[in-house]
């Protein structure tokens, strides 16, 4: 089945413990992104990434990392979680390119549930 | 800037009536425009697409959404609402990232519906 798979779905940490939350993809596609959900703000992208080795900012990076070594893994990395980095995450990955097919369609993940005390 | 608004945040209605979810965009260029649902604990799924062309889109479950320019919307309707639409609805705007790059999408606020039997 084609999908975009987060892990964990549900995680309570504290202030400062690294961690990372990790997102795979079984559709070979270029392209992926994190996004960040909250209550009256809808999504805001964190990072995205347009191939292997690829990355840039989105909307809101600050406090996050990412790396995109492989096709189809795109972790997102809390060097130093604070409690206003509680929140929903979503990964998504699309392809095709914008030129030729189009807007891209995203697959979401299931999306992981972070609260940082 | 590009966004989207979706003026109501909740929206109750009685299984069976009718359901028009509203939502209004801001983008200099031709939109692409989407609409994504959000079940409890599950990730988006694309209701609905809007790229170019017949301006009444049908999409799955039901769903159908109409893009009208002079008025920058793309309301989402439903003829006849089932206790299982009971979800999160968002609207979201794709803007071109330079030429042949990813779409990024700018999502509003969502729209919250709750189902009445």
């Known amino acids: 089945e084609a999908q975009v798979t987060q892990n964990p779905r549900y995680l309570i940490t504290v202030t400062g413990k690294k961690l990372t939350v990790t997102c795979s993809q079984n559709?070979?596609?270029?392209?992926m992104s994190w996004y960040r959900q909250d209550p009256g703000l809808g999504l805001r992208q964190i990072y995205y990434s347009m191939n292997v080795e690829v990355t840039d900012k989105g909307d809101v990076p600050e406090g996050y990392k990412v790396s995109r070594k492989e096709k189809r893994n795109f972790p997102l990395i809390l060097e130093s979680p604070s409690p206003n980095q509680t929140s929903l995450y979503f990964c998504a990955s699309a392809s095709g390119l914008a030129g030729i097919s189009g807007a891209n369609v995203l697959t979401f993940g299931a999306g992981s549930r972070l609260t940082v005390l | 800037a590009q966004s989207v608004t979706q003026p109501d945040i909740h929206i109750t209605v009685s299984e069976g009536a009718s359901l028009e979810l509203r939502c209004n965009y801001s983008?200099?260029?031709?939109?692409?425009l989407f609409w994504y649902v959000q079940s409890p604990g599950q990730g988006l799924q694309l209701l609905l697409k809007?790229?170019?062309?017949?301006?009444l889109v049908q999409g799955i479950k039901g769903f159908e959404a109409e893009f009208k320019r002079s008025q920058s919307s793309f309301n989402l309707r439903k003829p006849s609402v089932h206790w299982s639409d009971a979800a999160e609805y968002f609207c979201a705007v794709s803007t071109l990232r330079g030429s042949g790059g990813y779409n990024k999408l700018i999502f509003g606020a969502g729209t919250r519906l709750a189902v009445h039997p």
């Open positions: 809007y790229f170019s062309g017949d301006t």
């Open positions: 983008y200099g260029a031709t939109p692409y």
């Open positions: 559709m070979n596609h270029e392209y």
